[in-house]
C-alpha cells in the first residue's frame, strides 16, 4: 500500500516572510548589478578620455572589453527592478509594533542621576 503523498500549506504569516526575504535577495543583487554596471560605465568613460591621447593602445581597449555585458546587466537591473516592485505590490503592509520602553528607575537610588550633574567635578560625596 503505497504513502499518502505529502503536502505543505503555508500560513498567512509564512507567506509573508516568504516575500519578505525573496525582496531582500533580489535587492541584494540589484545592488550587485548596478555596482558592476557603475565599475563598467567608469571603466569606459576612463577608455573614452585616455583614448583622447593615447590612442587605441591595448590597455585602453582593455577597458572598454566589457561593454558586451552592459547589456546584459541592463536587462538583469530591469527584471530585477519589475520583481521588487511587483512584491512591493503585492506584500501586505505590516502595522508598526510599539512597545513602551523600560522603566529606568528600577535598581538605580531615587535622585542620584540629577545630583550628579549638579555636584562639580572633583569633589566626591560619600
Known amino acids: 500500500m503505497p504513502l499518502p503523498p505529502l503536502t505543505v500549506a503555508l500560513s498567512d504569516w509564512q507567506k509573508i516572510e516568504v516575500m519578505k526575504r525573496f525582496r531582500l535577495k533580489y535587492g541584494d543583487e540589484l545592488t550587485k548589478v548596478e555596482s558592476e554596471m557603475q565599475e563598467i560605465l567608469t571603466n569606459m568613460a576612463e577608455a573614452d578620455f585616455l583614448g583622447q591621447y593615447l590612442g587605441e593602445q591595448p590597455e585602453v581597449v582593455e577597458l572598454k572589453k566589457r561593454k558586451a555585458d552592459l547589456e546584459q546587466l541592463e536587462r538583469r537591473r530591469q527584471l530585477l527592478g519589475q520583481i521588487i516592485e511587483r512584491l512591493e505590490k503585492y506584500t501586505p503592509p505590516q502595522q508598526a509594533i510599539t512597545v513602551a520602553p523600560p522603566n529606568p528607575g528600577k535598581g538605580a537610588p531615587a535622585g542620584s542621576g540629577a ?12
Open 115 to 126: 545630583a550628579r550633574q549638579q555636584q562639580p567635578p572633583g569633589i566626591k560625596r560619600y
